[in-house]
Structures are given as C-alpha cells and as structure tokens.
Nanobody, 122 residues
Framework: VQLQASGGGLVQAGASLRLSCAAS????????LGWFRQAPGKEREFVSE????????SYAASVKGRFTISRDNAKNTLYLQMTNLKPEDTAVYYC????????????????WGQGTQVTVSS
C-alpha cells in the first residue's frame, strides 16, 4: 500500500483544516487506516483510526470532538477534518494503513505515508 498525505499548512488557532491521504496499490477492504502525529521533540502519537470496511472509528482524547476521520471508498482516500485547531496540534501528521486489530498502537500499521506539516499559531 502506498500512501500520500496532503493538506497541511499554517493556520491560526481556532481555524479548520482537512488532511487527505490517497491510498493505492492494494484493496483496502480488511485494512484499518489511521492518522498519527509527531510534534517537535516528542514521540509520534495516535490521533485517530477508521476501519475501511464498516467505518468504525476511534480518537485520541486530545482530539475527540474536534477532529473527524472519514474515508471515501470510491476514491481510496482517507480524510481528517480538523476544527478548532490549537497550537498544541502543531505537528507532522502521518497517515498509515495496516491489518492489525483496532487500537492506537503503531504496531498495527505496516504502511506509512510521508507526513504533512500542520502548524497552528496562537
């Protein structure tokens, strides 16, 4: 699976941004797709994931209620709609795909995109 993330940028606090991740190379039926992020000087952390079939979702507590993960099966594209962005959301955002069980561990993901920078100014 090849993943290409896009949509990052520089925004002010309170703004919204939508990230996209185009997937190719394999049928995603039994995969889960997720978003992770890595802030400067910190470890990469789980943001959200979605089962490609069925659409079950989960979120990190820090983004729940502000971020929405979704996918377009026809376009093989994953999205992350981010609203009410905060400076602490500043990070490189990575999309990932895997066949692991549902959960926030990186171990469940075998394929990673290149990352897209999101910077939120105060």
């Amino acid at each position: 699976v090849q993943l290409q993330a896009s949509g990052g940028g520089l925004v002010q606090a309170g703004a919204s941004l939508r990230l996209s991740c185009a997937a190719s190379g394999r049928t995603l039926g039994n995969y889960k797709l997720g978003w992770f992020r890595q802030a400067p000087g910190k470890e990469r952390e789980f943001v959200s994931e979605i089962r490609w079939t069925g659409g079950r979702t989960s979120y990190a507590a820090s983004v729940k209620g502000r971020f929405t993960i979704s996918r377009d099966n026809a376009k093989n594209t994953l999205y992350l709609q981010m609203t009410n962005l905060k400076p602490e959301d500043t990070a490189v955002y990575y999309c990932a795909a895997g066949q692991g069980i549902s959960g926030s561990s990186e171990n469940g993901y075998q394929y990673w995109g290149q990352g897209t920078q999101v910077t939120v100014s105060s």
